[in-house]
């Protein structure tokens, strides 16, 4: 019976936001001091079960000593909590300790929250950085320190299976150091009640092998193929860009109203920060019913015809390749 249940709770370890997954060093650290304190906690779980037995069993008139229950109350209220806390500190210190380190020759990302959906900043030589959002493409095997801030309220960033989760605070950046052993997708939330729509708010990132990184970056910075055709379209400039840009090269949404960037939409996997897979159904979707699939988003409604609107999202969903 114990062993099956034991089986069906560790089902649930596995999953794409599960911390008994990890899928990297700091992850690691986590899980084996989250295993250390199972451990530990049902070791002192399984004495003080026994000891309550012990005491159901005892028989009418037969007491503890008066001393014998000072002892008990000293070992069992004083020694045991400080013996755990202070074996859990020692183990535990190191292991947040390592993760605060910058490590040398990191790829760096800046990451910036936003109600609710993550912009993310690829810094590169020219000191240009290149613009995107929902997904952070990192090399895999490689330390990264992302630099996390906020453009409204305070979110917390988190990447389960990769570390620990850190806060993103208006006018502060934080640092989050992470590697991915090995290439592949890892699923982030928002790990902070940050407004009505705190819980659409997911991120990937995306590890690559480093050559697929280097091209996928390259691709990032090229402007968008439809730019030019999208630029003619007067409702798209008067509603669209009013708050997104187009250019990849455009600067971070620093005002409340400021959306996602354009640029690379088509490659993204989802809308709506994991809401919808990325079709140009479910574009056009959205162009219409972002307020009832996402309530709340800072999204104005736009006023156009569900024929602009499919083809505005056919323009947007253009892609290179
Ligand atoms: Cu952003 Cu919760």
Known sequence: ???????????????????????????????????????????????VLVLAAMAFRRREGERLSARGAWRMLLLGGVALPCTAIVALLIYGLPAGQSMRLAPPDAFVVDVRAHQWWWEVIYPDGSGQPVISASEIHIPSGRPVTLNITSGDVIHSFWIPRLGGKIDAIPGRTNSLHLTADAPGEYAGVCAEFCGAQHARMRITV?????????????????????????????????????????????????????????????????????????????????????????????????DMTDAQREALAALLGERHD
């Open 206 to 302: 995306v590890a690559h092998e480093p050559d697929a990184l280097a091209q996928r970056l390259a691709a990032m910075a090229e402007p968008h193929p439809a730019h030019d055709r999208l630029m003619q379209q007067a409702d798209f400039v008067r509603q669209c860009l009013a708050c997104h840009a187009l250019d990849p090269r455009a600067r971070p949404a620093e005002t409340l109203a400021a959306g996602p960037n354009l640029a690379g939409l088509a490659r993204r996997a989802t809308l709506g920060s994991g809401l919808l897979a990325n079709t140009p159904e479910n574009l056009t979707v959205w162009l219409r019913d972002h307020q009832l699939l996402k309530p709340g988003n800072h999204m104005p409604y736009t």
């Open 1 to 47: 019976m114990l062993a099956l249940l034991a089986c069906a709770g560790l089902a649930g370890c596995a999953g794409e936001l599960s911390t008994l997954d990890p899928a990297g060093p700091a992850a690691h650290s986590i899980a084996r001091v989250w295993w250390w304190m199972l451990g530990v906690s049902a070791i002192v779980m399984a004495g």
